[in-house]
T-cell receptor, first 113, second 112 residues
Framework: AQSVTQPDIHITVSEGASLELRCNYSYGATPYLFWYVQSPGQGLQLLLKYFSGDTLVQGIKGFEAEFKRSQSSFNLRKPSVHWSDAAEYFC???????????FGPGTRLSVLP | ETGVTQSPTHLIKTRGQQVTLRCSSQ?????VSWYQQALGQGPQFIFQ???????GRGNFPPRFSGLQFPNYSSELNVNALELDDSALYLCASTQGARETQYFGPGTRLLVL
């Protein structure tokens, strides 16, 4: 069965510092990969997605993610964090887009001024 | 603002009751998915509807059912509510299999 792990439950960084959120998945083939962000009381917003091709994916709000097949990872990065980035971040995978969509448990990001 | 709306925003029910949650998809989107997000967890896929037909289902019992209407709005129905059904229910709409899913703000259900 597919599974997604996000090893860090909670991360705290200072504003302006760099950020990396980890995501590992377990699946025989390369699934579709996604990162979503959820602010308190809000729905989920797609940051970026990977289907195939270039393993470095650019997203919105200055985020990027790198797919590493050998490590079954899809880590999210941002070079300089802003206070408004404080939120919950979810990694997700899907065998076929839209079907059997599996989310990780999430990583809560706090940003210090 | 994603253009996806859900109603109601909050709901309180008692165990054994039935509930209907509603979702209005973004204009032109023919696919809708429903998710359950328990407190402190990631969303779990319930099912997806494409052009009024169920197009995939997660590991949820049959008492979770859905409908999609010709205008692509959607309902999630849950019968015989259990305490563990307390969660945030999210719907997401998309125009096609490879397109971005747009999420609504969710309906928070509390079962007492």
């Amino acid at each position: 069965a597919q599974s997604v792990t996000q090893p860090d439950i909670h991360i705290t960084v200072s504003e302006g510092a760099s950020l990396e959120l980890r995501c590992n998945y377990s699946y025989g083939a390369t699934p579709y990969l996604f990162w979503y962000v959820q602010s308190p009381g809000q729905g989920l917003q797609l940051l970026l997605k990977y289907f195939s091709g270039d393993t470095l994916v650019q997203g919105i709000k200055g985020f990027e993610a790198e797919f590493k097949r050998s490590q079954s990872s899809f880590n999210l990065r941002k070079p300089s964090v802003h206070w408004s980035d404080a939120a919950e971040y979810f990694c997700a995978v899907a065998i076929n887009y839209g079907q059997n969509f599996v989310f990780g448990p999430g990583t809560r990001l706090s940003v210090l001024p | 603002e994603t253009g996806v709306t859900q109603s109601p925003t909050h709901l309180i029910k008692t165990r054994g009751q039935q509930v209907t949650l509603r979702c209005s998809s973004q204009s032109g989107h023919n696919t809708v998915s429903w998710y359950q997000q328990a407190l402190g967890q990631g969303p779990q896929f319930i099912f997806q509807y494409y052009r009024e037909e169920e197009n995939g289902r997660g590991n949820f019992p049959p008492r979770f059912s859905g409908l999609q209407f010709p205008n692509y709005s959607s309902e999630l129905n849950v019968n015989a509510l259990e305490l563990d059904d307390s969660a945030l229910y999210l719907c997401a709409s998309t125009q096609g299999a490879r397109e971005t899913q747009y999420f609504g703000p969710g309906t928070r259900l509390l079962v007492l």
